[in-house]
T-cell receptor, first 109, second 116 residues
């Protein structure tokens, strides 16, 4: 079947630290991959996406590369800020969306 | 565009009462999705519509839940009778086509439902 597995949280980092949130997927076809972010009290917002193997999605300093050989789409940011504190969801899209369970990130000053 | 609009933002109701959640998708989006989010179960897809027609309602937890989309600009999710275990945040999302590679969903801000 189709599914997404994210690293367990919560993750706590100091400001300006490097961030990696791991995401791997299982898919029966050729999905598009997404990262969504949910700030407290809000809905999910699309952060970045990649539609085919080796594509790199990027936005607001975040990046993720579609790795077909490792079925992964890890989220990275070189220097996190307090304002990045949120829950991050990895997702794949085939006939419908499949979301991971979310990873909570807290960035402390 | 105003985005996906949900109402109310917060709802507190007593067990046994009927609850109706509302959603206005983005104009031109022909797919609409209802999700439920809880700490225990994460994000769950309840039902989705394409061109106002329900396509998959297998995620609807039980007969107490029903959803309608009478036109392209409005959908409701109804719970009757409500129970405390229905307490959750309910999100509506829309997209311009059936979920496909190029498009993501646009989510509303959600309705936080508390059943006491």
């Amino acid at each position: 079947g189709n599914s997404v597995t994210q690293m367990e949280g919560p993750v706590t980092l100091s400001e300006e630290a490097f961030l990696t949130i791991n995401c791997t997927y299982t898919a029966t076809g050729y999905p598009s991959l997404f990262w969504y972010v949910q700030y407290p009290g809000e809905g999910l917002q699309l952060l970045l996406k990649a539609t085919k193997a080796d594509d790199k999605g990027s936005n607001k300093g975040f990046e993720a590369t579609y790795r077909k050989e490792t079925t992964s789409f890890h989220l990275e940011k070189g220097s996190v800020q307090v304002s990045d504190s949120a829950v991050y969801f990895c997702a794949l899209s085939l006939n419908q969306f499949y979301f991971g369970t979310g990873t909570s990130l807290t960035v402390i000053p | 565009d105003a985005g996906v609009i949900q109402s109310p933002r917060h709802e507190v109701t007593e067990m046994g009462q009927e609850v109706t959640l509302r959603c206005k998708p983005i104009s031109g989006h022909n797919s609409l999705f209802w999700y439920r989010q809880t700490m225990m179960r994460g994000l769950e897809l309840l039902i989705y519509f394409n061109n106002n027609v329900p396509i998959d309602d297998s995620g609807m937890p039980e007969d107490r839940f029903s959803a309608k989309m009478p036109n392209a600009s409005f959908s409701t999710l109804k719970i009757q009778p409500s129970e405390p275990r229905d307490s959750a945040v309910y999100f509506c999302a829309s997209s311009p086509i059936l979920p496909g590679p190029e498009y993501g969903y646009t989510f509303g801000s959600g309705t936080r439902l508390t059943v006491v």
